[in-house]
Nanobody, 116 residues
Framework: QVRLVESGGGLVQAGGSLRLSCAAYGSRLSINVMGWYRQAPGKERELVAT???????NYARSMKGRFTVSRENGENTVYLQMSSLKPEDTAVYYCATVDTLGLRSWGQGTQVTVSP
């Protein structure tokens, strides 16, 4: 069972930046995909951005250009650099991984709040 430890959430003013980090521990298999999802109050969880071990990225359209996903494969760590934050970016951000068998794991989530 993979354990994901997230950090970096918090309160920021609109237009500001935050960097989220997520480290994966305990995986006996290679991690193929690492990335981020988010869930705002009253809404479904949605994709933010992911990156494969080969470097292929996938972004939600509304976040492309403002958010950047990156990872350190050797450290099983993924980052999310968020810039030009908007109040509508307020949500709980979840780290997620998919291993080479296709099994998905989730972090506990970290709150990001963007004030007007």
């Amino acid at each position: 069972q993979v354990r994901l430890v997230e950090s970096g959430g918090g309160l920021v003013q609109a237009g500001g930046s935050l960097r989220l980090s997520c480290a994966a521990y305990g995986s006996r298999l290679s991690i193929n995909v690492m990335g981020w999802y988010r869930q705002a109050p009253g809404k479904e969880r949605e994709l933010v951005a992911t990156m494969t071990s080969g470097g292929t990225t996938n972004y939600a359209r509304s976040m492309k250009g403002r958010f950047t996903v990156s990872r350190e494969n050797g450290e099983n760590t993924v980052y999310l650099q968020m810039s030009s934050l908007k109040p509508e970016d307020t949500a709980v951000y979840y780290c997620a991984t998919v291993d080479t068998l296709g099994l998905r794991s989730w972090g506990q989530g970290t709150q990001v709040t963007v004030s007007p």
